[in-house]
């Protein structure tokens, strides 16, 4: 069972779930999740590694970073700090998307303090792409009073499986495959609405960092996971493309999402090994303290989760009825917890 804690730092709150036995393993998210969304992957790796999922500042239960980052060293400075806290000398490294950036500069600033690097979903993108994605894929997300900003999240949310990027929608950037079922769309829309309106600041660093020429810099032991079905294959076999040191491995999976699992899984339990142990420092973690959503919840539960996203400002208006003391940041969280602990 995992853990939640965090570790402060100059007053700032890292949160992370641990859980598990052997070496120390850091896994970092995508965005605008959180670190609840790797704890299955997780709870797989236990076995073989003491497990450390970090919610990145800002997003999940960690505080927001003081100074807000211009780029990703602002991060890895921060994390270099916890980790050498807690007593991580020589971790591994997973990230997936935002959190294989993260990685990557970590162990481009670091790399006496990191023993291998797992990435995955990590990619390159030409600067023409990147430049259009740059302007294009982050829309304003500030919480708007008439809910009209669930609009902008829930088309966000519908295209994201269906085009890559998800804002350009011709045919060239069409992934032709069926749209995930509504309760995955629904996690993505809340994964949103959770980070709210900075949702893009650590996003947008990790897409202004994608490129191939940092991942042939690192000098550690790396493993670059691609699978067949992922939604930005293309841009990971860009990166597979360059001419990479022998350090830096690809680690190709065939089949469905169990199968990526149970590969990836295995692969990395295998490397477990190669791992060195040190001790964590148990004092230094602390328990987060229970935080509770006041405001006034309806007596029944939540509106059904529909296609068309109309749920969402079904929900928002009933939540503004019942809490017209409450400004549109407030009701949005309110609308998280009201799925999160109400739903069917």
Sequence with gaps: MSKSRIVTIDDQKLHFYTMGKGPALVMMHPSPSSAESLLPLAKELAENFTVFCVDTPGYGKSDPLVKKPENL???????NK???KLGLEKPALYG???????AIRYGLEYPEAVSHIFLDNSAHFDDDLRDKVLKNYFPDL???ING?????I???VSQMFQFFPWCFTTEEYALNRPQMPLVVLQMVAMDYLKAGEHYNVAYMAAFKHEKGEFVQQLKIPTTIFRWNNSIITPYIDSLLAFELPSNINGFYIEGDAAERSMKMTSF???ISKQIPIHTIKESAMEVLPDEQVIYVKPTTYPPKIEATGKYLHDAWNQLVLSNTHLNAKAIQESLVDWYSSNSE
Excluded: C, E, V
Aim: proline content about 3%; aromatic content about 16%; cysteine-free.
């Design 148 to 152: 009209n900003h669930l609009d902008i």
């Design 154 to 156: 829930w088309t966000m």
């Design 73 to 79: 060293r602002d991060y890895t400075r921060f994390l």
């Design 268 to 270: 990395m339990n295998s």
């Design 96 to 102: 997936s998307a935002t959190g294989a950036q993260l």
């Design 142 to 144: 500030t919480p708007k």
């Design 82 to 84: 916890a980790f050498f």
